[in-house]
């Protein structure tokens, strides 16, 4: 019943670095933009990254900027996250997300996306 499927998450160390995938069995993803959210306990759902359907463009947030990486395999349909020194703030349930009608290729507010994953939990200790 759900469209998307994330797994990769785990506990790290910070400093450490982890891998994240999203893939479907009911989708192409190359019809869609994506993005991937995180949320923390008691904290608002937020947009880590996102690229476009066709690959040529990304989006970070100034947060994960220059340590997170966003890329899609349009072989193997799925979409990944590469987290690299990671820190205890990033700890979070991240979720993967496909947006295919509107007009921008990313989102601030999850509202906006069509399809959603259960989400991994990533857990980074200090």
């Known amino acids: 019943q759900v469209p998307l499927v994330e797994s990769g998450g785990g506990l790290v160390q910070a400093g450490g670095s982890l891998r994240l995938s999203c893939a479907t069995s009911?989708?192409?993803?190359?019809?869609?933009?994506m993005g991937w959210f995180r949320q923390a306990p008691g904290k608002d759902r937020a947009l880590v990254a996102a690229?476009?359907?066709?690959?040529?463009?990304?989006y970070y947030a100034d947060s994960v900027k220059g340590r997170f990486t966003v890329s899609r395999d349009k072989v193997k349909n799925t979409v990944y996250l590469q987290m690299l020194n990671l820190k205890p703030e990033d700890t979070a349930v991240y979720y993967c997300?496909?947006?295919?009608?509107?007009?921008?290729?990313?989102?601030?507010?999850?509202?906006?996306?069509?399809?959603w994953g259960q989400g991994t939990q990533v857990t980074v200790s200090s």
């Open positions: 997300a496909a947006e295919g009608t509107g007009g921008s290729f990313y989102y601030t507010q999850w509202t906006q996306y069509d399809y």
């Open positions: 009911g989708l192409t993803f190359a019809g869609y933009h």
């Open positions: 690229i476009s359907y066709g690959g040529g463009r990304t």
